[in-house]
Structure formats: structure tokens, C-alpha cells
């Protein structure tokens, strides 16, 4: 049996970690962990390891054009072959008071944010797309938010919140459009929102665990041929099932 190659970016803690581990305890899922900083990702790595979970690892950033090359070059050089991306790296800087409102909002924060949460999706999509195309087989999810839901805007309770909400926004349209330009083929693209988790992100008051908001992660990531394509998921565990949110 060919293993499946999964790589999860932002996977040493959090939801990532999370999605790394529920990922690699499929036997037919070969899980690369991947984090900015090699200690962290090699500490991870260990924890998991000291489950009974193996992993690879290979460091990323996702902003940097460089690291993301060498990712690719090593996977293809060790694998040949890349099946599952899960876009789950992100930074929310909603903490930040000036967040509160679109008139104080600092554009360079806006900016790092869209870098991380967007540009560096398109990047590591853009390189890891070839290999899928070679195999005609994928399944990307990208790790979005309901506050970026344009139907709920509104009416939510939460912040503001506008650099991220906007990067999350610009990951939804992303989403879409590479659905529509992946029409036809077995490479499916999904976005989903985990809920609010209790993460370094998240805070301790969040109601939910980031191995719960990992399950659609994982659900998208092992769809069936003809599954979703450019959909947004609600997380699973609320709904007892897949739910489609309003973008
Ligand atoms: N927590 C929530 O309630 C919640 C709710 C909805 C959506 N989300 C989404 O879930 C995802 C994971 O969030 P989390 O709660 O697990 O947050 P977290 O604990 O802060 O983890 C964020 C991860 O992203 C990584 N990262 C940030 N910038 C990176 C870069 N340039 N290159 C590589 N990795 C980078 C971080 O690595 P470092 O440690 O090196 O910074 C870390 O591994 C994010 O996309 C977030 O927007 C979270």
C-alpha cells in the first residue's frame, strides 16, 4: 500500500499539532510535521513519538519563499509525492486594542497578517499543486474561521477584529476560486471553521479542545474521490455530521 503524504503546516502546538496527530494515526497516512523553529517541530515529534505515533519533520515557515522550496525539493526528493495540504499556520492579532476598530487598525498588522493567513497559502499552494496535479489526486483544507463568514458578519458576537477577519475573507475567496479552477479534477480544496479552541490563539476560556476542532480538519483531508469541493464547513462535532456554512 502507497502511504499518503500528508504535510500540516503551524504543527508543533495547537490545532496543527492536533491535526498532525489524528492524521498519523492512520496507518495509511505518512504525516510530516513541519514548524518555523526545529526545536519545536522536533520536540513535537518526539511527543508524538512517545504515543506510538510516527512522523517525518522538516522545518517551514510559510512566508519565506526559500523554506518553502526546500520543503518541496525534500519531499519530493524523499516521497515523490504530496497527497493532503492542510493550510493550518496562522496569526490573529485581534488582542491588539487598535483591532477594535477600522480606524485605528495599524495597516502594517494588517499587512503581517494577510501575509501569514493568505499570501503564504497561495505560496505553499502554488508549490505543492504540481505534485498533486502529477497524481491527479489531492485534498487541501485550509483552516478558516466563521467570523469570516460574509452572511453572519452582522449579527455575530464577536470583535471587530478586522486584520484578521479580512485575511480569513481573502483565505475564503482564495478557497473558491481554486475550487472553480480545480473543477473536474480529483484535487479537492475546502475551507473549515474549528470553533474557538482552547490554544495559545484561542485562551483558556475557549470551550472546546484543539483535538475537537480537529476533526474537519481530518474529515476534509481524507475525503472520498467526488467528495466536497469549495465548501465551508462548519466544525463537525457541533453539528453531529458535515455542515456547509454560509461564506
Ligand atoms: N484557536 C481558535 O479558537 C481558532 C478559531 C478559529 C480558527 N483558528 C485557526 O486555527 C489555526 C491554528 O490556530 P491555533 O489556535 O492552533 O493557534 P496557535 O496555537 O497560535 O498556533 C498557530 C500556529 O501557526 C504557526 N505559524 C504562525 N506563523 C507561521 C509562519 N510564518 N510559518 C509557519 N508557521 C507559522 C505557529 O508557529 P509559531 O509557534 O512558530 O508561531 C503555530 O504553530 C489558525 O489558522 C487560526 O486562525 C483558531
Do not use: C
Request: no cysteine.
Amino acid at each position: 500500500m502507497t502511504q499518503k503524504i500528508a504535510l500540516v503546516t503551524g504543527s508543533h502546538k495547537g490545532l496543527g499539532y492536533a491535526i498532525a496527530r489524528k492524521l498519523a494515526q492512520q496507518e495509511e497516512i505518512q504525516v510530516i510535521v513541519t514548524s518555523r523553529k526545529e526545536q519545536d517541530g522536533l520536540a513535537a515529534q518526539q511527543r508524538l513519538a512517545a504515543e506510538g505515533i510516527q512522523t517525518d519533520y522538516h522545518p517551514l515557515d510559510v512566508t519565506n519563499a526559500e523554506s518553502v522550496q526546500q520543503l518541496i525539493a525534500w519531499v519530493q526528493q524523499t516521497y515523490g509525492r504530496v497527497d493532503i495540504l492542510v493550510n493550518n499556520a496562522g496569526v490573529n492579532p485581534t488582542m491588539q486594542p487598535e483591532e477594535a476598530s477600522l480606524l485605528t487598525v495599524q495597516l502594517e498588522t494588517m499587512l503581517a497578517t494577510l501575509e501569514t493567513n493568505v499570501l503564504a497559502v497561495v505560496r505553499i499552494t502554488q508549490a505543492v499543486l504540481p505534485l498533486m496535479q502529477a497524481q491527479n489526486y489531492g485534498r487541501i483544507v485550509n483552516v478558516s474561521t466563521e467570523m469570516a463568514s460574509l452572511t453572519t458578519i452582522n449579527n455575530d458576537y464577536y470583535p471587530l477584529a478586522p486584520s484578521y477577519r479580512l485575511s480569513k475573507i481573502g483565505l475564503n475567496g482564495f478557497t473558491v476560486l481554486l475550487a472553480k479552477e480545480l473543477q473536474g479534477t480529483n484535487i479537492l480544496v475546502n475551507a473549515y471553521s474549528p470553533g474557538w479552541m482552547k490554544t495559545d490563539m484561542g485562551g483558556s476560556e475557549a470551550p472546546f479542545t484543539a483535538a475537537e476542532g480537529a476533526e474537519t480538519a481530518v474529515y476534509l483531508a481524507t475525503l472520498p474521490d467526488h467528495g466536497a469541493q469549495g465548501k465551508f464547513f462548519a466544525e463537525m462535532r457541533k453539528f453531529g455530521g458535515a455542515i456547509a456554512l454560509a461564506w
